[in-house]
């Protein structure tokens, strides 16, 4: 294995996939920067700039977006509070919180060091056990995926803070919306109110953007912050080697969630960035500074994201299942190019599959130095005149939503969440719950049904990791819940 990864380096380390590597990584972080491009769509976009290019070579370029993208979507989250895609919501609840307190530098840090690192982690978990993880994955019975879900919807109580009725009410508006559309196991239609554009439910990116970016346009239209905000205490230095000392275990740890997480078909980054999240919360000796800007919010994030790109393809390349919306665009891009992903790829293709490991690893250091390269580009972003913000802002969420499957619907549905968001945040809910019941709803909801419908209701008692996963989700809730009781009585 180690011969055959040295020649996979080998192939890499020449000119032309040098180069693609860092046209990648660059397209990437551009991609995942602008609000409603999400690291599918950008792979997406590109695919067809690929046909004439060697496999190796166009592989190559679309997991460099795919990797530059998933780093790419903190910038904005971090600096305006608009995150680029979906995972970076969590990025940007500390990250953006540190900006306002005039650390953007900081943040910005920490998340391109933790990105860099939870990527390399992924890359190497892929290359060392992509076909005994794959293969654990997919022997998941559906109970297991649901208990994974209600797990995942546990973490509203790290994210709520002092809120945390309000954070259980806007989660439950999260899955109610999920709920919309097309009914995954029988195909009716629930709550579309005799509208056909509404049987396909409302998609996720434009929910996205309309709650996050758009709303937050909205609030600074109220409260007329129409001039420049020179955000005090900005400077040009980065965190020192200590600072990404104190961080090492949330690092090392949230890297390992991502990629696990992200190996479970279906789960993707967004998942595994909450459950990091909750966990650093629960396990940090300053467990009150998450949510008013706190480094380890920001590295417990980003660190699984990217952590989530090395699991994502574990079972993309060993079995051929998609792990995450971006996976599946790489399908078929491995397909218009003559490959079939899957076990035969490793015998068929062992060198294109080597190099592209070789590939993945070469880019988390350039993901490094681009991130470290252009981080004062990114801290401008604060000093641009909040009009031409705005306007921008707007005009990219509002294409953004259109371009998903270019339908006006997409448009109208992004506003009306920018509304949504503008209302919750004025009445102090938190958006993330609204998120996250969102992304886990149609998971939980089509698990659960079919977990009953194949063995019936004992089968959450009788499986072990089911239980032990419903156990661990109870105890989530159960633990603040009495800590909220006991300084109540206090």
């Known amino acids: 294995m180690i011969e055959s990864l040295l020649g996979g380096f080998?192939?890499?380390?020449?000119?032309?996939?040098?180069?693609?590597i860092v046209l990648g990584i660059v397209l990437g972080i551009l991609v995942g920067a602008m609000p409603g491009l999400s690291p599918s769509m950008g792979v997406a976009l590109m695919v067809p700039f690929t046909y004439g290019m060697s496999p190796t070579l166009g592989l190559i370029l679309l997991i460099?977006?795919?990797?530059?993208?998933?780093?790419?979507?903190?910038?904005?989250?971090?600096?305006?509070?608009?995150?680029?895609t979906p995972s970076a919501v969590v990025t940007a609840i500390d990250g953006y919180a540190l900006t306002r307190k005039g650390r953007a530098t900081e943040a910005l840090g920490t998340s391109i060091v933790a990105s860099?690192?939870?990527?390399?982690?992924?890359?190497?978990?892929?290359?060392g056990f992509s076909v005994p993880l794959a293969a654990a994955a997919v022997r998941f019975h559906p109970s297991e995926y649901f208990a994974f879900a209600l797990f995942g919807m546990t973490t509203i109580a790290a994210l709520a803070g002092d809120h945390w009725g309000k954070a259980f009410?806007?989660?439950?508006?999260?899955?109610?919306?999920?709920?919309?559309?097309?009914?995954?196991?029988?195909?009716?239609?629930?709550?579309?109110?005799?509208?056909?554009?509404?049987?396909?439910?409302?998609?996720?990116?434009?929910?996205?953007?309309?709650?996050?970016?758009l709303s937050e346009v909205f609030r600074g239209i109220e409260k007329?912050?129409?001039?420049?905000?020179?955000?005090?205490?900005?400077?040009?230095?980065w965190p020192g080697l200590g600072h990404y000392w104190r961080l090492k275990w949330v690092t090392?740890?949230?890297?390992?969630?991502?990629?696990?997480?992200?190996?479970?078909?279906?789960?993707?980054?967004?998942?595994?960035?909450?459950?990091?999240?909750?966990?650093?919360?629960?396990?940090?000796?300053?467990?009150?500074?998450?949510?008013?800007?706190?480094?380890?919010?920001?590295?417990?994030?980003?660190?699984?994201?990217?952590g989530s790109v090395g699991g994502a393809m574990v079972p993309l390349l060993a079995l051929g299942i998609p792990g995450s919306a971006t996976t599946a665009v790489?399908?078929?891009?491995?397909?218009?190019?003559?490959?079939?992903?899957?076990?035969?790829?490793?015998?068929?293709?062992?060198?294109?599959?080597?190099?592209?490991?070789?590939?993945?690893?070469?880019?988390?250091?350039?993901?490094?130095?681009?991130?470290?390269?252009?981080?004062?580009?990114?801290?401008?972003?604060?000093?641009?005149?909040?009009?031409?913000?705005?306007?921008?802002i707007t005009l990219m969420a509002l294409i953004g939503s259109f371009s998903v499957r270019n339908a006006l619907f997409d448009v109208f549905a992004c506003f009306g969440f920018g509304l949504l968001g503008w209302w919750l945040?004025?009445?102090?809910?938190?958006?993330?719950?609204?998120?996250?019941?969102?992304?886990?709803?149609?998971?939980?909801?089509?698990?659960?049904?079919?977990?009953?419908?194949?063995?019936?209701?004992?089968?959450?008692?009788?499986?072990p990791l089911t239980l032990a996963l419903l156990v661990l989700a109870a105890l989530s809730i159960a633990i603040p819940l009495a800590r909220r009781l006991r300084d109540t009585r206090r």
């Open 10 to 20: 080998t192939t890499v380390l020449a000119i032309a996939p040098l180069l693609t």
């Open 425 to 463: 945040r004025r009445h102090d809910f938190p958006l993330a719950p609204v998120i996250l019941g969102l992304v886990l709803g149609l998971i939980a909801e089509t698990n659960f049904r079919r977990a009953i419908m194949m063995d019936g209701w004992p089968v959450f008692f009788e499986r």
């Open 116 to 127: 860099a690192f939870g990527g390399m982690f992924g890359t190497l978990i892929l290359i």
């Open 224 to 237: 007329g912050e129409f001039r420049i905000t020179h955000l005090p205490g900005i400077s040009d230095r």
């Open 252 to 306: 090392l740890r949230s890297s390992a969630i991502g990629t696990v997480v992200g190996v479970f078909p279906g789960a993707g980054a967004t998942i595994g960035s909450f459950i990091s999240y909750g966990l650093a919360r629960r396990l940090s000796r300053e467990p009150e500074r998450f949510g008013q800007g706190s480094a380890e919010g920001v590295t417990a994030a980003e660190a699984a994201d990217s």
């Open 169 to 213: 009410i806007a989660m439950l508006l999260g899955l109610f919306i999920a709920t919309i559309g097309t009914d995954p196991i029988s195909g009716a239609e629930r709550f579309t109110l005799g509208i056909p554009t509404l049987s396909d439910g409302f998609l996720l990116i434009p929910a996205l953007i309309g709650m996050f970016a």
């Open 64 to 84: 460099g977006i795919y990797i530059g993208s998933s780093y790419g979507g903190s910038i904005t989250g971090i600096m305006v509070n608009a995150p680029g």
């Open 330 to 392: 790489l399908i078929g891009a491995m397909m218009i190019h003559g490959l079939t992903p899957g076990p035969q790829l490793f015998l068929g293709s062992p060198d294109m599959i080597y190099a592209i490991f070789g590939a993945m690893l070469i880019a988390q250091f350039v993901l490094l130095l681009a991130g470290i390269a252009g981080g004062r580009l990114w801290v401008m972003v604060a000093n641009i005149p909040k009009e031409l913000l705005y306007v921008l």
